[in-house]
Every structure is written in structure tokens, then in C-alpha cells.
Nanobody, 123 residues
């Protein structure tokens, strides 16, 4: 098992920044590829970013590339999503997820999910 708990969401004005955290409680955190997804009201969850097990690879959706940065601290069993220059279209519930294998863009390939944290960006 790999319980995940997100934090750091909130209400922010457009152009502002937030840093999301996702703390894992299970063992062997370092073997998991970690991803962030988000879901806006009435829409399906979409891929945001992912990071390989040893910080070796990062991937971003086109919508956030250049504005968001994913990172992880394996000693703290935590993955982060630094979000800058936020836009109203970034509003949604942000979920972190863990996978051992699969395609990072495909949410069905992730084994564990957190409960999500709300991010609201107003203009």
C-alpha cells in the first residue's frame, strides 16, 4: 500500500504561485514514478506532470510546461508541484498518484491516488 496525502492547495490570484506537496506513507517510495493530475468541474482528470523514481526524468503537459515544476525528496517520501504564473484555467482538484510501470499520461496505469487538494485561481 502507498497512502498519499496532498496539501498546499488554496485560493490565489492569477499570476500567483502555489506549491503542492504529496506525502507518502508506504514503503519503497523511491521505486514509484509519481504523477500529478488535475480535474476541473465537469471534466475528466488530466495529466499535469510526472517524475521518475530517482529524479531522472520529468514530463509535463503542454498546458503547464514552463510554469510548473515537479520534484521529489525520496528521504522525505514527498513529491512537490511548484506552480507559478497561475491562470484561472489551472483551477481544479489536484491529485498525486504513484505507479510502478506504465505510461505516465495514462491515469489508469497509476496504482495509488491521494484524495486531492483544491486549487482555485481567480482573475
Amino acid at each position: 500500500q502507498m497512502p498519499l496525502a496532498e496539501s498546499g492547495g488554496g485560493l490565489v490570484q492569477a499570476g500567483g504561485s502555489l506549491r503542492l506537496s504529496c506525502a507518502a506513507a508506504g514503503r519503497d517510495f523511491n521505486i514509484y514514478t509519481m504523477g500529478w493530475f488535475r480535474q476541473a468541474p465537469g471534466q475528466e482528470a488530466e495529466f499535469v506532470a510526472a517524475i521518475g523514481s530517482w529524479n531522472d526524468n520529468t514530463m509535463y503537459s503542454d498546458a503547464v510546461k514552463g510554469r510548473f515544476t515537479i520534484s521529489r525528496d525520496n528521504a522525505r517520501k514527498t513529491v512537490y508541484l511548484q506552480m507559478t504564473n497561475l491562470k484561472p484555467e489551472d483551477t481544479g482538484v489536484y491529485y498525486c498518484a504513484a505507479m510502478t510501470k506504465g505510461t505516465v499520461f495514462n491515469r489508469q496505469d497509476y496504482d495509488y491516488w491521494g484524495q486531492g487538494t483544491q486549487v482555485t485561481v481567480y482573475s
